[in-house]
């Protein structure tokens, strides 16, 4: 009999691998029934109905057979059945709830295996996993992060569990980089490449060349034998737990009790559900809002909705712009400054008995444009810019921190202002006096004695492995380079080598989304609408699928049909986080302003570590003109990211809204330091724009030139408020002539706009006035010599 049920064993284990799932019931029901239900033929039973979907019925086996407690393989497929069964309520109770007070380190010395060796990852940490998913689907993400640090703890080679916390954006970048480090520090030796993949998945906000460095690491060839250290046995748990020692709570596994000669539970139920609640990498995207996206605001009334005085106590770079610059009437600006001479004066005068004062500058209100708050579209036709990002923010660049070889045409201080130095109010005279800015966090250790360093000149050999290309493709995306992005991703999507990489979509189809916003051709929208369709049919029950869809239709410009599909991909994942984002850019689009707030408080709820959630909160605050709310929101998205661009560019809107014009330009500025190599393109037009605003109501009339000039040269078609400012600027400047030739073009593209109707026809008077003055003196300098030279004879 003993031989007949070992050969049984081996039979249904063989189906069970084969996915024979009928035949591998059949043999395990019969083993069970000759064995006399042994524990370990009963649990391979209970893989068996487990393989083919039958959870309650293997739950079911289990309970029947008294087994549950038996040991921890047992509780936690029992705990997979229930997770399967969408019963998180029961696998609460099943492995302990968060009102114990039982911590895991009360049961680490019952773990004997070691982490990632011999029978593979530790039961405890599949249980410690297991309740983190329950408590992130009863929505009380806090203590899902808490197991899951607790299961990295115990284990960490249990990548579900770091992939739950980075995906679902639980950590701050602070605690990414710490926990990585101390997991790097538990590493046996030879796993090196595990630390290097594991810092690249973090975010991008800080120490970006640290991600730089392991990228290139992980893509230079491997040696072609492994160093003698990799031979080492695999560490104890004891190290392992000292090594982890940093790490926060833990949960509480049960004590690991083998059964011999029986086979081991495979976890597959705890993957198969997890994969789908946070599988896929958050790219970020937020495009700049501007004061104005065509140079509306040319002329500046006082200090829009709030005045002057509007109460805010951030004049230096430290909170973020509205969308667009604000709501209705955003585009109204403050006053235009001294001008130094009498034609300025007269064409001050001018603009505001045309009754635009800046009104004129601005185009539409933002309610009067369906596409005025798209997230990712550059308005032409928009008194203001608003873009915070359908997907978290791509353009927090790591590249030129502190502006050094940035962004640096118009001499504007821009040093990033302590936490501290945001709660002084400052006059905008001395806006540009900031502490020094809080930039990447503190220098984590280097990689700890487990992970052995790689010999000189040799790297991991993971080049053109999917994973180090998402990593690759978020930093990209992450700095603003779009292109870049969706070039990488679309060689590895669109070339058959792996059309379903899920690590890969997300950052995709962001970086299409963007360019086809931004004009970048056919092909970014052609791909989004391919991939949809290809998706939807494919994967229905994937949240990604009809997050594509939903951005194509952004994309198209037609918001209303893309949030039907983005609020159904929120249902079908609420952990997915460019979901949420774009769902509210969606809604921002058609100005509907309190659903677009409800969806960027449910992502700041759900994704603590993200700042994009808060930078879309002040962008709606400061569109409803309320002011005080916009300040605390895009001060908290400059905590958690104080290298972000747009958060920068929307602080500078903000403060120009303030009436702080000083410290509006010194944001702006800063915002174009961060960029990439401080080459700002077409996607930060707005920014310049912005910037040219600002220096012209400082009087610096040809800096403000200069910035309107290079906005102009960013798009391909000019933007005919960003001529009409251009036009302003000189003539403010004492240059008639060079504002009636920016006016005459700004016209012929825009013939109806009554601002630069009055300001030409002034224009043309000056110029008129200036050349009579000219001919007069020329004749009167010609007379003179005439009368002199007649005198001598």
Request: aromatic content about 6%; overall charge negative; hydrophobic content about 40%.
């Amino acid at each position: 009999m003993e031989a007949l049920c070992s050969r049984l064993r081996g039979l249904a284990q063989d189906c069970i691998d084969k996915h024979l799932t009928a035949s591998a019931i059949f043999y395990a029901d019969k083993l069970v029934t000759f064995s006399n239900k042994l524990p370990g033929d009963v649990y391979l039973l209970a893989q068996a109905y487990f393989a083919a979907r039958q959870f309650h019925r293997a739950l079911s086996l289990l309970r029947s057979a008294g087994v549950v407690e038996l040991g921890a393989e047992f509780t936690y497929l029992a705990g997979c059945c229930l997770a399967e069964a969408g019963e998180w309520e029961e696998v609460i109770a099943l492995l302990g709830d968060d009102e114990t007070g039982q911590e895991p380190h009360a049961y680490e010395d019952l773990v004997n295996e070691p982490p990632g060796g011999g029978s593979g990852v530790r039961v405890q940490a599949g249980l410690a996993v297991l309740r983190g998913r329950a408590f992130e689907a009863l929505e009380n993400r806090g203590r899902a992060a808490v197991w899951y640090q607790a299961a990295l703890q115990l284990d960490p080679y249990c990548y579900d569990a770091f992939a739950a916390l980075v995906d679902g954006q639980l950590l701050s970048n602070e605690a990414e980089v710490a926990l990585v480090e101390a997991l790097r520090g538990a590493l046996a030796p030879g796993d090196r490449w595990l630390g290097l993949l594991m810092r690249a998945r973090c975010k991008k906000y800080l120490q970006p060349e640290a991600i730089e460095e392991a990228i290139r690491e992980l893509e230079a060839p491997a040696p072609d034998a492994l160093p003698a250290e990799a031979e080492a046995p695999p560490r104890s748990a004891a190290a392992v737990a000292a090594a982890a020692a940093g790490l926060h709570a833990h949960p509480h596994p049960h004590p690991h009790t083998p059964f011999g000669g029986d086979a081991a539970p495979s976890g597959d139920g705890g993957e198969s559900e997890h994969a789908g609640a946070g599988a896929f990498p958050i790219p970020y995207m937020t495009p700049p809002r501007a004061v104005s996206s065509s140079g509306g605001g040319v002329g500046g009334a006082a200090a829009g909705p709030g005045g002057g005085g509007s109460g805010s106590n951030t004049a230096t770079p430290a909170s973020t712009p509205g969308r667009r610059g604000g709501g209705r009437g955003s585009g109204r600006r403050g006053s235009r400054g001294a001008v130094s001479s009498s034609s300025a004066a007269a064409a001050a005068a001018a603009a505001a008995a045309a009754g635009s004062d800046d009104e004129g500058m601005d185009d539409a209100s933002p309610a009067a444009h369906p596409h005025a708050h798209h997230p990712h579209h550059q308005h032409e036709n928009r008194g203001s810019h608003h873009t915070p990002t359908a997907f978290g923010s791509p353009t927090s660049t790591p590249g030129g921190r502190g502006g050094a070889g940035g962004w640096q045409p118009f001499g504007t201080t821009s040093s990033p202002p302590s936490r501290e130095a945001h709660a002084m109010h400052h006059d905008a005279s001395d806006a540009g006096v900031g502490a020094a800015g809080e930039g990447g966090a503190g220098g984590a250790a280097e990689a700890g004695a487990g992970a052995s360093a790689a010999p000189s000149g040799f790297g991991c050999g993971l080049g053109g492995n999917v994973d180090v290309v998402a990593a690759q493709a978020e930093l990209l995306f992450h700095r603003g380079d779009y292109e870049a992005a969706y070039d990488l991703t679309r060689s590895v999507l669109r070339t058959g080598r792996d059309p379903y990489a899920m690590q890969l979509l997300p950052v995709h189809i962001a970086a299409a989304t963007q360019l086809a916003c931004a004009g970048g051709g056919a092909e970014p929208r052609t791909d989004l609408f391919l991939l949809g369709h290809r998706l939807t049919e494919e994967h229905p029950d994937l949240a990604v699928s009809w997050y594509a869809v939903g951005c194509y239709y952004l994309a198209a410009r037609q918001p209303e049909a893309a949030r039907r599909y983005l609020g159904r991909a929120t249902q079908l994942q609420r952990g997915f986080a460019p979901a949420w984002l774009a769902y509210g850019h969606a809604f921002s689009a058609q100005d509907e302003r309190d659903q677009a707030m409800s969806a960027y408080r449910t992502a700041a709820r759900l994704f603590p570590g993200l700042h994009t959630p808060h930078l879309g909160l002040g962008a709606e605050y400061c569109a409803m003109a309320n002011l005080p709310l916009a300040e605390r929101a895009l001060l908290a998205a400059y905590d958690i990211c104080p290298d972000d661009p747009a958060v920068c560019h929307e602080l500078g809107v903000l403060m120009y809204r303030c009436g702080q014009t000083a410290a509006a330009a010194m944001w702006l500025d800063r915002a174009l330091q961060l960029l990439p190599g401080g080459r700002p393109t077409v996607h930060w037009e707005p920014t310049l724009v912005a910037l040219g605003h600002c220096l012209r109501k400082l009087g610096r009339f040809s800096a403000a030139s200069e910035a309107y000039s290079a906005a102009l040269a960013l798009c391909p078609t000019p933007s005919p408020g960003t001529l009409a400012a251009l036009g302003f600027a000189a003539q403010l400047n004492g240059d008639p002539r060079a504002a009636v030739e920016s006016y005459h073009a700004a016209l012929a593209l825009r013939p109806d706009d009554p601002f630069t109707a009055d300001m030409l026809r002034l224009a043309l008077q000056e110029y008129a006035e200036a050349a009579a003055a000219e001919e007069a003196a020329a004749a009167e300098e010609g007379g003179t010599g005439v009368g002199a030279g007649v005198g001598a004879a």
